[in-house]
């Protein structure tokens, strides 16, 4: 039941369970009814061979069972199936996959998001007043609309930029189902953020609202689409398909052509988004971006030897937003590129400050997201930068996360090594917290490892946390790469970094990120 399979082969000389016993059970069952099952047997009396046909067995294979004749049996059984379940599961006009299919393919993923704690979204999607275009028409031109419609969905879902999908995220699948008359239903399995099915809905509708030829003539459609999401709104397909029908509902009485959430939290989740995002917009015009410096010390001489430059961002209309509000978003859409410009920019101009200042072997830190090291122009942009303010690369660090060694690692660390080539530092941030296999991490052209703050909160008392500092350190050195360990709040931890011998720490205990000014204040004063 479980696995649902397309086909049974069975001998009916079990040894604890008879072949009879076994053919009833899957006769019994609802679900299973229906499975082809090839019985092999060396009993040849017909008796048999028709309580076997009662009891739901579609063919015989008789023992000693010849290869060829098995190899043929199971081919036409499952050709035979395959056509019975297009005749069942699909819809011969837009050769779409039915409700029938929709409803078990959605209880599965629903099983599967269960297991391994995933969201789903559901969409049910309806053209708005079809029945005027389809008297307007004729039902083989609304045939030829629902096709149409079919395929400008097809097209926006198989658009892989749409959510700004990383590596990270790319398993995320979208599966169009032609449910009934005039409505199609979408599901999204394995969505990060629920937020993020209102980017696939505005695109489909839009879609929609392209004119069509049909029959000669431009018609003009749109549609409504309500979305229920997996834990939030239900467990099972009557459930969200409620739930996302009754938001459905809500956008036809207020006109249609737009998109609803059911629930109410994700719906304004939705509006902050996009007032987070208009506002993001509009940042890097308004001058609303600063940077912030915490210093990166050394563990024995408590020397600051760099400082890491963190991105502030204070919305004229929001107040200070956490970078951990914004960053992810940004790297979303997209303006992370912009944005991660700015920032390398203004830390070549701090560089500079500083070396001017007379601290000339102090370094710069720069996160750099994987979606900004993705960009085209990335290498040609870090470049610019860095020639047009005559600046050494060996005072820039760039941090990069483990997440950006995902996929196409090869490609990766030839891309890291055009970096190094160049003369840039590069570090590995979070450390431990991403999948980065050991296999690379040698071959990787990096000099530091960043332990993450996670594994530093609890060393003190958690041995196994402790476990973890002691064997990235350990692991850093054997290789010839430097550790710093993030935030550091107490003097205790220090102590374990010196007595493990970590060469760098930052943290509260030695500064909170600060503005320029307060940078230069804890330099002097030291
Ligand atoms: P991160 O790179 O791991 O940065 C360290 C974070 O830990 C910073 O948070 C910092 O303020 C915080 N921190 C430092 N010491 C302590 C401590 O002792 N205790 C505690 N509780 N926290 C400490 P922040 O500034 O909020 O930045 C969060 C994340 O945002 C960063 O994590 C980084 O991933 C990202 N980020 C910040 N600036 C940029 C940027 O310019 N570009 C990109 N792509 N990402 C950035
Ligand atoms: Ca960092
Ligand atoms: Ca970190």
Not at 182 to 190: M, N, T, W
């Amino acid at each position: 039941e479980e696995t649902k399979p397309d086909l049974l082969l069975l001998d009916l000389d079990l040894s604890k369970l008879s072949g009879f016993d076994t053919l009833s059970v899957i006769h019994q069952n609802v679900k299973l009814k229906h499975l082809p099952i090839i019985i092999m047997t060396s009993a040849t009396d017909p008796e048999s061979k028709v309580r076997a046909l009662d009891l739901g067995a579609t063919d015989f294979l008789a023992k000693p069972i010849d290869k060829i004749e098995l190899g043929l049996r199971v081919k036409n059984t499952l050709a035979a199936k395959a056509y019975q379940d297009q005749l069942a599961y699909y819809d011969p006009m837009t050769k779409l996959p039915n409700n029938k299919l929709f409803q078990e393919r959605l209880d599965w993923a629903v099983k599967k998001a269960k297991r391994y704690n995933d969201r789903l979204a559901l969409m049910t999607i309806v053209l708005d007043k079809f029945n005027r275009i389809n008297a307007m028409v004729g039902p083989s031109g609304g045939d030829d609309v629902m096709r149409q419609v079919a395929r400008r969905i097809e097209g926006v879902i198989r658009n892989v930029d749409i959510l700004g999908r990383s590596a990270e995220d790319d398993d995320i699948k979208m599966n169009l189902f032609r449910t009934d008359g005039s409505a199609f239903s979408l599901l999204l399995d394995r969505i990060r953020g629920e937020e993020n099915a209102a980017v696939v809905a505005n695109r489909i509708i839009e879609a929609i609202r392209e004119p069509m030829k049909v029959e000669s003539s431009n018609i003009y459609l749109t549609a409504s689409i309500g979305i229920a999401t997996f834990p939030a709104d239900g467990e099972d397909y009557a459930e969200l398909m409620h739930q996302a029908s009754g938001a459905r509902g809500y956008v036809k009485t207020r006109g249609g052509n737009s998109f609803q959430f059911s629930s109410k939290e994700i719906n304004a989740a939705y509006i902050k988004r996009l007032s987070l995002d208009n506002g993001l917009r509009k940042a890097l015009d308004r001058d609303e971006f600063v940077l912030h410096y915490q210093p990166e010390v050394n563990v024995r001489t408590n020397a600051i030897e760099g400082v890491e430059s963190l991105l502030r961002w204070n919305s004229s209309e929001t107040g200070l937003v956490p970078p951990n509000d914004f960053i992810p978003l940004a790297e979303e859409t997209g303006l992370i590129v912009p944005i991660g410009e700015w920032v390398i920019n203004e830390a070549c101009l701090q560089l500079k400050k500083l070396h001017k200042a007379g601290m000339t072997s102090l370094v710069v830190a720069v996160n750099l997201s994987v979606r900004q090291f993705n960009d085209p122009g990335f290498f040609s942009m870090i470049k610019r930068l860095v020639t047009g303010h005559s600046i050494d690369p060996r005072f820039i660090k760039l941090e990069i996360t483990e997440s950006l060694l995902m996929d196409d690692i090869e490609n990766k660390i030839k891309m890291l090594k055009r970096l190094t080539g160049m003369g840039f530092q590069l570090a590995i941030d979070d450390f431990g917290t991403g999948f980065s296999s050991l296999k690379y991490i040698s071959k990787l052209p990096v000099d530091e490892l960043k332990i993450d703050r996670s594994f530093i909160m609890d060393a003190v008392n958690n041995s196994s946390n402790r476990a973890v500092v002691l064997s990235v350190i350990f692991l850093a050195h054997c290789l010839g790469l430097r550790t710093v360990a993030e935030g550091i709040e107490e003097e205790e931890q220090l102590d374990l970094l010196l007595k493990e011998r970590c060469d760098l720490y930052q943290g509260f205990l030695f500064s909170k990120p600060v503005p320029e000014k307060k940078l230069f204040e804890l330099l002097s004063s030291r």
